[in-house]
């Protein structure tokens, strides 16, 4: 079932604790529904932490019985705590139980379970906690007789289904059994809606501008067919109106029925309502679980074994072939969905490993791949007029939303029907106490015996009995104290005897290592001495064993998990061949104080794998030559890092990396990265690599972190070049003289009649009346004595727009532009990749995500430090296969777009995915998907790219185009909303580009 709502407004992040209704303000089911998930998710959290997960002693779904000396468990009807989810399994109350008393669990007839599969052999039985919701088509009681039968709230149902599986398989371990799909979708809003508003009931139909519309766009698996862990067949649908429109076969309303949308059967009371309770994922084998019918219109004749009927928009089945999917059938509004379309067309499709559908108001993509999907996973994302606009990018690579399953293991059942209760580590996990209950077997603590009489024994029992008549004066306390002391207090660690055997290390089998003191002594040595094996910890000075390596030391270092803080760069050179590993996020290496943590400077290899590096201060130096990285690494010939999460801090300009890996032109090298997760600062750049001889990117994440609270427009106003370019967004452009000789079409026309009939033109968003009466106050008394003056007071006003909030106050129009400016400041890198110096023979940049840089991926070799240039040229350039998201703020950087390459001899880009985020204030700031430049070589193929939002395509400008025989080519690249799809001289072959 699913709740006619307008949004779905929790968000567990926020940590909000309350919603409190204001007087005389409008209360939406939002507010209402939003309340109700708040109280739900803390008392869940607050049950996490004191329960957990299992079966409570009194009423749990676990019976003990204990009368044969031995904990005989079975199951029962009760309750269970699942991840802090209380459930009740119960009978189905139609059902004829077998057990008289009505206490003993029997599979076949559970309540929240139809039709469950019969189980085969010895099998794992788990239980599957969930939700769904229930409306008035299932629960009549749910309409108020009172108001005529009116249908007012919905419900939720917490399920409780216990289900089996094969013995070979964990129930609880997400490979075998995710809790929720982890499907990626994107939802772009590529065309307008001109359905009636579901937010105005009192609106017959509402007629819009550009006709974004109103409503809840919902997007869910229908249904996922599987070949062992992997999907093969996924089914899905969307609706516009959340699903939620949804009635009685036979009783739906005039107008219900129509061949533009799509329906599905589905089953209602007769049938036990088993599709709505056959949701998620189903381990038994040989199990089909039931699923609604989806038709493309209203058929003449319903399916058999329904009673509910369902509207969509659209339905699209997808089959798995290999490793890509393929198209199996489905509808959008009545318009059949085909790859072999347009792609600009209302229905076309693209598949592969991701899936994307142009639906008649939304382009909706899926990285299906090899994720996990579960019959149930949906999306949800509210559309509105007032905000949204065509572009927008309404869902980024984003996961699914619900429905989340919890599993609880409960044990093995042979096919004998034999019950074998979960070894589980946790102490009474399937009978718990309650908490004024809790007695001594409930911690699990037990008195061993010892002796021979297996009687509880005492400290006096003991002694008695290993002492016999040694023991004197048997009623007397202090002589067992003094025979303790004797016994225990006078051994030491350097008295007790090390017991030697072939199963210790090499170290404590030397002759001088005697006492259990002298092992510990050499083991703490071993830690921190100058070997090739050296364990960390996060302790004081813990980086003294490093330093303390001699030159030219080989080492494998390992860091245990924890903190390790650094006041200063720590600085590794002139070693040998380094290999440091951690255990992964669990390792963080911190300094605050600096660009660059860790430095390896000269060492002959550098291997860094799985540990967290994280620096908190730019410089200011703007020039790549100077940037030091989180983690930085210089004149190592071969470099290594794979899996490590890297983390720069934000600035107002260009002034660290996460990453820089750096060798001189004569002394260049290797370089492997692969895996990493790198978080980069406002203004930052990702990656650096400054002259590798050959570099291999891979399946990296480089995604922009949230701008800190303290990193306001304000501060950012404090640096003069982003105040120069914030300045030029309300004054540029500038017309002094010869006004009839250039052309001033659009242009603001300052012509100030009462400051000596000065005159000139300007770019600004604000009116020109705003403008004279600002200039007028900055000027005052002032001659002014030339249109120059006349600007320079200008700038100077535009200036103190920025930098005086009391002035800014007194003019309405310059105020607000300046919020929508601040309202228009994300956070943005500065680049994700950049690999750049004098030399690089081979270059490969695959599989990369970068979210929210303003330029992709930058390759340019070049010497600009050189008065008169040599021509360098990289060798083989490989991009493939990345996926860019920029983000292009109205105060943008110069250097922007998705990937720029520069001289190099053979090139190829292919199959990268290119998105442009802009903001109303950036909507005329040129960018391209596809820039080369330079010198090239006579192989450069630009070729299967997609780019949306980008002014042109791709561009290649050859500085040099007399090589003779060359294969320059530009083909088969998809630019949405692009000006110039491609820009290119004649000698480039172009074909098949579409914008």
Known sequence: MKTERSRNSFDALKRYSGVYQQMGRMFTDSDWNELTDMAKHRLAEARTDVIGSGSPRDRGIMKVDSSSGTDVYSLQWGYAYVDGIIAQLRPDLTATLTDPNGEAFEYDSQADFPAPPSPVGDHTLYLDVWERTVLSLEDDALRDPGLRGADTCTRTQTMAQVKWCSTTLNPEDPADNPPIGNAELTLELTEGSSEIDPCDPCANEVVLQDKVG???????????????????????????ENGAEQHVIGDEPVGFASENWAYEFYSG????????KHLGRHLASGFSPTVGVLEKGYPDSVPANTSLVRRWDGYCVLNKVGLNWQLGGGSDRGVDLSTTSDVTDHGHLTVGATVTIKLDAITLQIALAANQLLAGDFWAKEVRQAVNQLGDILLSAERPQGITHHYLTLGMMTASGDFTL???????RYSFPPLTDIRASDVCYEVLACGDTGEQTTVRRLLEERLGADFPNPGVATQVSTILDALLCQHSAATLPLLKNQ????????????????????????????????????????????LALPQEQDANICFRPGDYYLDDTLLIENKGHLKISGAGAGTRIICSSREAALHFSNCSSISVAAISVEAGAVGHNDQHEY???????????????DHVALKCTAGTRL???????????RRSGTLSVTGCDLSVGHKQTGMLLLNMQQSFVQNNSIKVRQKPASLTLERQLVDTKFAANARKLLINNAVIRNFEDVSTAGMKNLHMSSLNNRQIYINSPVSSNDWRN??????????????QHLLSIARNTARRVLTDRSFRLEYKPFNDWFEVLRDQNPACAHAGIVCAGQVASDIQILNNFIKGAQEGIHVGVSDRSLKKRREFTAGRVLISANNINLIVPPIAERRRGGIFVGNCNNLTIQDNQILAQRFPLSRNIVLEGVRVYGHLGRMMMVRQNYMTHCNTGVRIKPLDTDKGSVQWLVSDNMMVNANLPVDAPSIVQKFNNRA
Do not use: M
Request: aromatic letters at 6%; a negative charge; one cysteine or more.
């Open 503 to 546: 199963a210790l290390c090499t170290t404590l089998k030397d002759d001088s290592i005697q006492s259990v003191q002298d092992a510990l002594n050499a083991l703490c040595t071993l830690k921190a001495s100058g070997c090739c094996s050296i364990t960390i910890y996060p302790e004081a000075n813990w980086q003294d064993a490093i």
């Open 655 to 665: 002034g660290a990396t996460c990453l820089t890996v750096s060798n001189s032109r």
């Open 422 to 428: 979960h070894a589980s580590d946790h102490c009474k």
């Open 269 to 276: 009371e007769t049938e036990a309502f088993a599709s709505e």
């Open 214 to 240: 109103n409503y809840l766009f919902r997007v869910e698996v229908h249904s996922v067919e599987y070949s062992g862990s992997n999907p093969t067949q996924v089914v899905l649908k969307w609706s516009r």
């Open 774 to 787: 600002a200039i007028s106050q900055q000027a005052g008394d002032t001659n002014v004595a030339s249109n």
């Open 627 to 641: 940037l030091y990285g989180a983690l930085t690494i210089s004149g190592c010939e071969k470099v290594t890092i």
